[in-house]
Antibody, heavy 117, light 112 residues
Framework: EVQLVESGGGLVQPGGSLRLSCEASGFTFSSYWMHWVRQAPGKGLVWVSRTNEDGSITDYADSVKGRYTISRDNAKNTLWLQMNSLRGEDTAVYYC??????????WGQGTRVTVSS | DIVMTQSPLYLPVTPGEPASISCRSSQSPLHSNGNYFFDWYLQKPGQSPQLLIYWGFNRASGVPDRFSGSGSGTDFTLKISRVEAEDVGVYYCMQGLQTPYTFGQGTKVEIK
């Protein structure tokens, strides 16, 4: 069974940092593009970042470019999102997703990030 | 960025009746391989989004056949032939042709 399990969320002060993890199982992790998508409280879905199968290609939404870094370790079946210089508007549930455009799309259950003093 | 515009944003439905949601993209999500990189997702209350329709028309594995996707160019439609109580939630369209991937605002479907 395909599983994506996010962790690492929590409460952080503005300007702080947080590292999210996504542990994958049930499929060949190294064969898929992986994404992060976020959802602010009561709001819609916003794409954040993606990386290709070996991590050599990364893309970011303008709102997080220069502050967030996506990475992966295929030996550990793990995807990360390093988030620095956090702002109140980064408060959201962050979802890890597999291959979002197409039949292989799968999402995790999400991890909540709250940026507040 | 490709802007995705859904309508309506709120849809009260009667079980057993049909329902339809539209999505318009500011640019066609047609890939050079001939597929539309356009998906429909349903986010049920308290859950993460689940794929319903991919590449514009194809039902994802396990999705009931009462769901169907249609459209071309920049205009797409999700149809539910006979709504069931379990279909409540927020429906999103998404384009995955180019980054940033973009979603529609969401259509909240509730039972009347």
């Amino acid at each position: 069974e395909v599983q994506l399990v996010e962790s690492g969320g929590g409460l952080v002060q503005p300007g702080g940092s947080l590292r999210l993890s996504c542990e994958a199982s049930g499929f060949t992790f190294s064969s898929y593009w992986m994404h992060w998508v976020r959802q602010a409280p009561g709001k819609g879905l916003v794409w954040v970042s993606r990386t290709n199968e070996d991590g050599s290609i990364t893309d970011y939404a303008d709102s997080v470019k220069g502050r967030y870094t996506i990475s992966r370790d295929n030996a550990k079946n793990t995807l990360w999102l390093q988030m620095n210089s956090l702002r109140g508007e980064d408060t959201a549930v962050y979802y890890c997703g597999r291959d979002l455009a197409g039949s292989n799309s799968r999402w995790g259950q999400g991890t909540r990030v709250t940026v507040s003093s | 960025d490709i802007v995705m515009t859904q309508s309506p944003l709120y849809l009260p439905v009667t079980p057993g009746e049909p329902a339809s949601i539209s999505c318009r993209s500011s640019q066609s999500p047609l890939h050079s391989n001939g597929n539309y990189f356009f998906d429909w997702y349903l986010q049920k209350p308290g859950q993460s989004p689940q794929l319903l329709i991919y590449w514009g028309f194809n039902r994802a594995s396990g999705v009931p056949d009462r769901f169907s996707g249609s459209g071309s160019g920049t205009d797409f439609t999700l149809k539910i032939s006979r709504v069931e109580a379990e279909d409540v939630g927020v429906y999103y369209c998404m384009q995955g042709l180019q980054t940033p991937y973009t979603f529609g605002q969401g259509t909240k479907v509730e039972i009347k």
